[in-house]
């Protein structure tokens, strides 16, 4: 079923993007809204923050079964055929009722964006066994790349798999994997990456190839759950993975091409991390705007303040660009999969090419999680030390969206890495 109403008018090189919302697309937002305002309300997000992980069961099965947690996964794999643009839209309800994006975080990057990605290079087996049961709520899936010694060089990894007769053989250490505890609670597993042949200096990309993880696998050791600063709702951890042996079913696509897998799942992920960012900033200003207009200061509201207006209009006029700016980049998303093919992936992508959507996913990535990091601090202080307080969101969402900023998915000095490579070309890239 598709969401998405598409006007592609072409004169030349030139198309025009309708913006309209279609039925179908306001119903469905409709429901998730009517369904955060029972029960994701701020009453929950913060009992949620106090409590902390791991993530409440009831809020992943009651969003599971609106059919908006992992919503591209096509209807013949237990999806709902959404388009990502109505994914954005969801995305960004989400971020608008849990500004601590502990929600977003779990269920749109990890589950929506990986597990999407996951479904499109996995087998029957794991679709059966891992997939569908988290599309249903009942199980987690996620994403393991980052290592003790590095994150964001995502080439620059140390596990291992060994092919021998009965399959393969795991070894090494995954670090900062969102869903650590939930996923050793509810079952299910994580999307890794090892090297399946010699690392090549000149090309250290190559030779990375993808597995499914099963959590409870024999071997796979699960680590004490970090303290993290914010997004308290969903834990954080890491695993070991001592000569774990996995069949080749578990494999995802091709041997050594995981490097791409990973790229296209970081693509999706980061999509859903910008639309949330947008439903954040707009709600860190619904708590703000009302404030500054009832409080009094030397005999007249903030809001006559003319650095207050000021600051105020910057920031709508940014969460404005924002939003299209993301609108755009999961339109051209959906054009790269309708034209490559989403279950046969026999196509290949002509109106844009992959690097010209990450282009654009990088940009994306990059000014929303800073926008609102500063929209939240902005507003803070606006409330003077009342905005330092837990009587409002405020201070729990400067804490979660910092995680978005430091690195999650990709931190925002490597997506100007990334842009710049695309406007300047690869010789220019400053590490190679």
């Given at each position: 079923m598709s969401f998405q109403k598409y006007l592609l008018v072409y004169d030349g090189m030139r198309m025009v993007f309708d913006f309209t919302e279609t039925e179908e697309q306001r119903l469905i937002v409709r429901?998730?809204?009517?369904?955060?305002?029972?029960?994701?309300?701020?009453?929950?997000?913060?009992?949620?923050?106090?409590?902390?992980?791991?993530?409440?069961?009831?809020?992943?099965?009651?969003?599971?079964?609106?059919?908006?947690?992992?919503?591209?996964?096509?209807?013949?794999?237990?999806?709902?055929?959404?388009?990502?643009?109505?994914?954005?839209?969801?995305?960004?309800?989400?971020?608008?009722?849990?500004?601590?994006?502990?929600?977003?975080?779990?269920?749109?990057?990890?589950?929506?964006?990986?597990?999407?990605?996951?479904?499109?290079?996995?087998?029957?087996?794991?679709?059966?066994?891992?997939?569908?049961?988290?599309?249903?709520?009942?199980?987690?899936?996620?994403?393991?790349?980052?290592?003790?010694?590095?994150?964001?060089?995502?080439?620059?990894?140390?596990?291992?798999?060994?092919?021998?007769?009965?399959?393969?053989?795991?070894?090494?250490?995954?670090?900062f994997i969102s869903g650590t505890e939930e996923c050793k609670k509810w079952g299910g597993g994580y999307w890794v990456n090892v090297r399946s042949g010699p690392t090549l200096p000149e090309a250290p990309h190559r030779n990375m190839t993808s597995f499914f993880l099963p959590i409870d696998t024999e071997g796979v050791e699960v680590q004490k759950p970090y303290r993290d600063a914010g997004r308290m709702a969903i834990s954080t951890g890491g695993f070991t993975m001592n000569d774990v042996r996995l069949p080749d079913e578990y494999r995802l696509g091709e041997i050594g091409k995981g490097f791409y897998y990973t790229m296209e799942g970081f693509d999706n992920a980061r999509m859903m991390i910008a639309a949330s960012c947008v439903g954040m900033i707009k709600r860190v200003l619904d708590i703000g705007t009302p404030y500054i207009k009832e409080r009094i200061t030397f005999g007249r509201p903030l809001a006559k303040n003319e650095a207050i207006q000021f600051e105020l209009a910057e920031i709508y006029r940014e969460m404005e660009a924002l939003k299209l700016m993301t609108l755009k980049t999961c339109w051209m998303q959906d054009i790269r999969y309708r034209e490559e093919g989403i279950l046969a992936k026999t196509?290949?992508?002509?109106?844009?090419?992959?690097?010209?959507?990450?282009?654009?996913?990088?940009?994306?990535?990059w000014k929303g999680p800073s926008l609102a990091l500063d929209t939240a601090q902005r507003v803070m202080l606006w409330f003077g030390a009342a905005g330092y307080t837990k009587d409002y969101l405020l201070e729990a969402a400067w804490r979660g969206i910092m995680s978005y900023v430091i690195g999650a998915e990709g931190g925002k000095n490597i997506q100007k890495l990334v842009v710049a490579r695309e406007l300047l070309g690869k010789q220019y890239i400053p590490y190679k």
């Open positions: 429901s998730v809204k009517e369904w955060c305002e029972k029960n994701l309300n701020a009453e929950k997000v913060r009992e949620m923050d106090d409590e902390g992980h791991p993530f409440p069961k009831e809020i992943v099965e009651g969003l599971c079964s609106l059919g908006v947690v992992m919503g591209p996964v096509p209807v013949e794999h237990g999806g709902s055929g959404i388009d990502w643009v109505t994914q954005a839209l969801i995305a960004e309800v989400i971020g608008y009722y849990d500004p601590t994006v502990a929600t977003a975080a779990a269920l749109m990057a990890v589950e929506t964006g990986w597990g999407f990605t996951l479904d499109r290079h996995c087998g029957e087996i794991v679709r059966e066994r891992y997939v569908k049961p988290a599309i249903e709520g009942k199980q987690f899936v996620g994403i393991a790349t980052t290592e003790p010694g590095g994150g964001s060089d995502v080439a620059g990894f140390k596990s291992t798999a060994q092919k021998d007769k009965d399959g393969w053989i795991l070894n090494g250490e995954k670090t196509g290949k992508p002509k109106t844009f090419t992959p690097l010209e959507i990450t282009k654009w996913i990088s940009m994306i990535k």
